[in-house]
């Protein structure tokens, strides 16, 4: 139910060119047939929503405000957040307690499906209804109808994920359509009305529509008091029977979708009037004050597979070289494509001047006909005049478009993942839109990384007259987008040739690794047997006149330089020797131990399991560890939960803390304690299987557990039927932390069976390893500070950025390790990458700062801690199975968790007496 990768490319389909519904159907597989979703969400993606709903919880006990700073002050959070964090503000004056908060993600991050799964989280952890109203508000027309279509139609993502939350009861309306909703559709359904700003704003004809009178509306209003206040009164007396009166007196949750002014835009009679429960907003660029909650990195979305990235960068001194260099780009990565396994056809987008200039579509097009011989059914241009993408499917394969054409149409609602390369005709810095456009080729298809390395990427063409230029800009423009400026820079690479100098943005991006060429004569077998050695980064051309230039780029193994060697005749040998010394030393001088090919592997812990090895992992434990949830009492003791009434309100207690209900009226005080059709045991135990149900409890097990925890409640503690009804979602969230506990019970001792106890066969296999190579964390920040380390494995411009500030303790702790004489090379140990090296705990996994190779063989795994934490639970555990790993290793391996400062010994201090360095 969201961009995801996947196994099988999915099948073809026939869709419309629209932001939504192209790019994610070609994203998102699913069986047409059955419309059962196969998708799972990406890993920001689901840590995006869990961290939604932990702040709904801690809103709902201690307020909005309150909730986002303990969150967004823990470091992990204040970390992620950097530039994004600070106090809370509320968003409607008149409204202090309503919760808004926003989910930064960059384009491409899939803001749309994490909308669709935020509503069943806001259902849950506040809004306490069964079926929402949810007002969804977009930027502009063009998507707000794309989005009705999308979450309307039964066979897509958007709408795939909501019909699970809501069991298939979903009703979805145009904010045009309002009047045909129906008080059974709100009551027994979970109604979306997707609208504008616009749509909200008196002065527009939409708007006022909403606020007026409608007779066939009465239904919803038989049962409404004239007194309810905050209704607006038709002049007669009486309640209007307006859209604006119904959003008042359901309180819808407000989703937005990079509509900006959504909130702020509105008036405070507005924001009033529609009376928000909550408001969850989803944007690239957040504007001030728009309580970011969590911000997702473009370099995560690159790591899930979901945009293309780096774009590499090309300029010209002229607009129609920069058409050309792009032709000529199409035809290359249509080459690679037909070595994919899916079915690609690279795509061109070009932007045109408008009417008033110079280069306008029409003379654009002209050029690529007339000069450049492309066909014109090859060529389609969308524009507001102009719209021959319409009804087209371009990802058939029977599509003859390659090139598109377009101004600035395309920045509403346009997304086709096959778009490759970005070429502007204008000076990009002074260009309109380009933020938008670009965004168009970023899009990775099938959200999965290709086999071709050159269809990873996006590609840029531009015209700019100075050298660096178009580079700056380009990365305003990726800033612009929702880009950290860092990750901006880090993802714009040069086309080698176009740049030169040192003086630029690109002075300490990669530089091209280095080469190594030799002319020699050779005899024809000679050559036929050079040829035979040719592999990629080896290349033999023969000159001719009986010469040959070999060409190797990166490092020389042994083996090849050896094959190299016994084919070059003997009167050349001593002068290819000679060069390859001399090559040695540059490639020493130029590339890190991993670019010259150099191998280091840290051992796995390994446990026994049914008489194998196999990774010491607790979730792995716990698929061989037979528990039953029965064997664990089901009973909420008064401290866990319990429910006191007043005169106008109840009260709910969980752990100590405590929601307050104010009562409407006599009527809702009443139904506290007084029997209500279908409010049942039966029924309620039946609601919380289905709020409550985990995937490694059979569901049997799980409604005899809620059986007896339902009765303990009713039959023992004396609490009604309907009190518990009332406040079920609260209920059914204490029911999940407490199973969440029991697992964590039963996790702590299969964790400790299984590794220390005096049966356990625990051993660390050099046979099974992590393994440190080059370009493995590419996906990642790097270190930006001035300090450049000398042994870092992967280079000095390719250290992982360190938790904390540049010149923090863990860097003075990289730098002390750096400086050790016993280590050879060391590399920053990137916490949660799939590439890193971990340890088991109890809970997760447990990933060491630090792993270093020191020069006599042994391995040094150093985890660094702060004084304010070296002595907590959680570095006791770490400190614990570290020393577990270093005892099985048989004197192979070391491991130390370093302290500031440690019974008077500073950092280096530690280290050195770890290694048995004096």
């Given at each position: 139910m969201c961009m995801t990768a996947y196994e099988a490319e999915p099948p073809h389909l026939k869709v419309s060119c629209c932001r939504q519904t192209v790019n994610l159907f070609k994203q998102m597989p699913y069986d047409v047939k059955t419309r059962t979703s196969s998708v799972q969400l990406k890993q920001y993606q689901a840590d995006a929503l869990a961290v939604l709903r932990r702040f709904f919880e801690e809103a709902r006990m201690a307020g909005p405000k309150n909730a986002y700073e303990t969150i967004t002050k823990e470091s992990d959070y204040a970390d992620r957040l950097g530039r994004y964090g600070g106090t809370y503000r509320a968003p409607l004056a008149d409204l202090p307690n309503v919760p808004y908060v926003c989910l930064r993600l960059p384009t491409g991050g899939g803001k749309t499906i994490l909308g669709a799964h935020a509503v069943a989280v806001a259902r849950d952890a506040w809004v306490e209804k069964d079926y929402p109203l949810v007002l969804w508000l977009v930027p502009t027309k063009t998507i707000r109808s794309q989005t009705v279509e999308a979450l309307k139609n039964a066979g897509h993502p958007y709408r795939q994920a909501l019909d699970e939350d809501f069991d298939g009861r979903v009703r979805v309306f145009d904010i045009a359509d309002f009047t045909h909703i129906r008080p059974h559709d709100l009551r027994d359904h979970c109604c979306i009305v997707v609208g504008t700003i616009q749509t909200l704003r008196v002065k527009s004809t939409e708007g006022r529509k909403g606020y007026a009178h409608h007779e066939e509306m009465e239904p919803h209003f038989s049962a409404v008091p004239d007194a309810t206040p905050g209704l607006e009164k038709l002049e007669g007396g009486g309640v209007k029977f307006s859209f604006a009166n119904l959003l008042h007196i359901h309180r819808p949750l407000m989703i937005v979708d990079e509509a900006h002014n959504a909130v702020t835009g509105l008036t405070r009679e507005m924001q009033t009037r529609v009376n928000p429960c909550a408001i969850i907003e989803f944007t690239a660029t957040p504007r001030p004050k728009s309580n970011i909650l969590y911000s997702v990195s473009a370099l995560e979305l690159k790591r899930e597979d979901m945009i293309k990235l780096p774009i590499m960068l090309s300029?010209?001194?002229?607009?129609?070289?920069?058409?050309?260099?792009?032709?000529?780009?199409?035809?290359?990565?249509?080459?690679?494509?037909?070595?994919?396994?899916?079915?690609?056809?690279?795509?061109?987008?070009?932007?045109?001047?408008?009417?008033?200039?110079?280069?306008?579509?029409?003379?654009?097009?002209?050029?690529?006909?007339?000069?450049?011989?492309?066909?014109?059914?090859?060529?389609?241009?969308?524009?507001?005049?102009?719209?021959?993408?319409?009804?087209?499917?371009?990802?058939?394969?029977?599509?003859?478009?390659?090139?598109?054409?377009?101004?600035?149409?395309?920045?509403?609602?346009?997304?086709?993942?096959?778009?490759?390369?970005?070429?502007?005709?204008?000076?990009?810095?002074?260009?309109?839109?380009?933020?938008?456009?670009?965004?168009?080729?970023?899009?990775?298809?099938?959200?999965?990384?290709?086999?071709?390395?050159?269809?990873?990427?996006?590609?840029?063409?531009?015209?700019?007259?100075?050298?660096?230029?178009?580079?700056?800009?380009?990365?305003?423009?990726?800033?612009?987008?929702?880009?950290?400026?860092?990750?901006?820079?880090?993802?714009?690479?040069?086309?080698?040739?176009?740049?030169?100098?040192?003086?630029?943005?690109?002075?300490?991006?990669?530089?091209?690794?280095?080469?190594?060429?030799?002319?020699?004569?050779?005899?024809?077998?000679?050559?036929?047997?050079?040829?035979?050695?040719?592999?990629?980064?080896?290349?033999?051309?023969?000159?001719?006149?009986?010469?040959?230039?070999?060409?190797?780029?990166?490092?020389?193994?042994?083996?090849?330089?050896?094959?190299?060697?016994?084919?070059?005749?003997?009167?050349?040998?001593?002068?290819?020797?000679?060069?390859?010394?001399?090559?040695?030393?540059?490639?020493?001088?130029?590339?890190?131990?991993?670019?010259?090919?150099?191998?280091?592997?840290?051992?796995?812990?390994?446990?026994?399991?049914?008489?194998?090895?196999?990774?010491?992992?607790?979730?792995?434990?716990?698929?061989?560890?037979?528990?039953?949830?029965?064997?664990?009492?089901?009973?909420?003791?008064?401290?866990?939960?319990?429910?006191?009434?007043?005169?106008?309100?109840?009260?709910?207690?969980?752990?100590?803390?405590?929601?307050?209900?104010?009562?409407?009226?006599?009527?809702?005080?009443?139904?506290?304690?007084?029997?209500?059709?279908?409010?049942?045991?039966?029924?309620?135990?039946?609601?919380?299987?289905?709020?409550?149900?985990?995937?490694?409890?059979?569901?049997?097990?799980l409604i005899k557990w809620l059986s007896e925890l339902v009765g303990h409640l009713i039959n023992r503690r004396s609490l009604h039927i309907a009190a518990l009804m009332r406040c079920k979602f609260i209920l059914a969230r204490k029911i999940r932390d407490k199973i969440g506990a029991i697992r964590q019970q039963e996790r702590k001792s299969v964790y400790q069976q299984r590794l220390f106890t005096p049966g356990a066969k625990v051993e660390v296999s050099f046979d099974a390893t992590f393994s440190f190579k080059a370009g493995m964390y590419q996906d990642q920040r790097r270190y930006r500070g001035h300090w450049k380390p000398g042994k870092h494995f992967l280079g000095p411009d390719h250290v992982p950025a360190f938790d904390g500030a540049d010149d923090g303790e863990e860097v003075r702790c990289a730098q002390a390790l750096d400086s050790l004489p016993g280590v050879k090379y060391w590399i920053r140990n990137v916490a949660r990458h799939t590439e890193s090296f971990w340890l088991p705990t109890a809970t997760d996994k447990f990933y060491p700062d630090f792993v270093a190779l020191l020069n006599d063989g042994r391995l040094l795994v150093v985890e660094y801690k702060g004084a304010h934490i070296a002595d907590g639970a959680d570095t006791a555990e770490k400190r614990t199975i570290g020393e577990l790993w270093q005892q099985r290793s048989n004197g192979r391996g070391l491991f130390l968790v370093v302290e500031r400062r440690l019974n008077g010994r500073n950092v280096y201090q530690q280290l050195m007496e770890k290694i048995g360095t004096a």
């Open positions: 300029e010209h001194d002229t607009w129609q070289d920069a058409v050309t260099g792009a032709i000529a780009n199409r035809a290359s990565l249509a080459e690679a494509a037909k070595r994919d396994a899916a079915y690609l056809r690279p795509i061109v987008l070009f932007q045109a001047q408008k009417k008033n200039q110079e280069i306008t579509v029409e003379a654009l097009k002209k050029h690529l006909t007339d000069v450049e011989h492309l066909p014109d059914h090859a060529i389609a241009v969308a524009t507001g005049d102009q719209r021959e993408l319409d009804g087209i499917d371009l990802f058939d394969p029977r599509c003859p478009i390659e090139y598109v054409i377009t101004v600035e149409a395309l920045k509403e609602g346009w997304d086709c993942s096959f778009a490759y390369v970005f070429c502007s005709v204008s000076r990009i810095h002074s260009a309109t839109d380009v933020e938008q456009l670009l965004g168009r080729v970023l899009r990775m298809p099938y959200a999965k990384r290709r086999r071709t390395a050159e269809l990873n990427r996006a590609y840029a063409y531009l015209s700019e007259p100075s050298s660096g230029t178009s580079a700056r800009a380009l990365t305003d423009k990726l800033v612009a987008m929702g880009f950290e400026e860092d990750e901006a820079s880090d993802n714009i690479e040069q086309i080698q040739g176009e740049l030169d100098g040192k003086d630029s943005l690109f002075s300490t991006s990669d530089q091209p690794p280095p080469s190594f060429r030799h002319t020699l004569s050779v005899t024809p077998e000679a050559l036929s047997a050079l040829k035979q050695t040719q592999r990629d980064g080896v290349t033999v051309r023969a000159t001719g006149g009986g010469t040959v230039e070999i060409e190797i780029v990166g490092p020389v193994d042994d083996a090849l330089e050896k094959v190299i060697f016994s084919a070059v005749p003997k009167a050349e040998r001593a002068r290819v020797a000679e060069s390859f010394e001399k090559y040695r030393k540059l490639v020493r001088s130029q590339l890190s131990p991993a670019e010259q090919g150099a191998t280091f592997e840290i051992p796995r812990l390994m446990a026994e399991l049914q008489g194998e090895l196999e990774f010491a992992d607790t979730d792995v434990f716990m698929e061989d560890h037979d528990w039953s949830l029965l064997n664990h009492s089901p009973q909420l003791d008064e401290h866990e939960f319990t429910i006191r009434e007043t005169a106008r309100s109840f009260e709910i207690d969980t752990d100590g803390r405590h929601v307050t209900y104010q009562f409407a009226g006599e009527e809702e005080q009443l139904a506290l304690n007084v029997d209500v059709a279908g409010w049942t045991p039966e029924a309620l135990v039946l609601w919380l299987d289905r709020q409550v149900r985990q995937p490694d409890i059979g569901q049997g097990e």
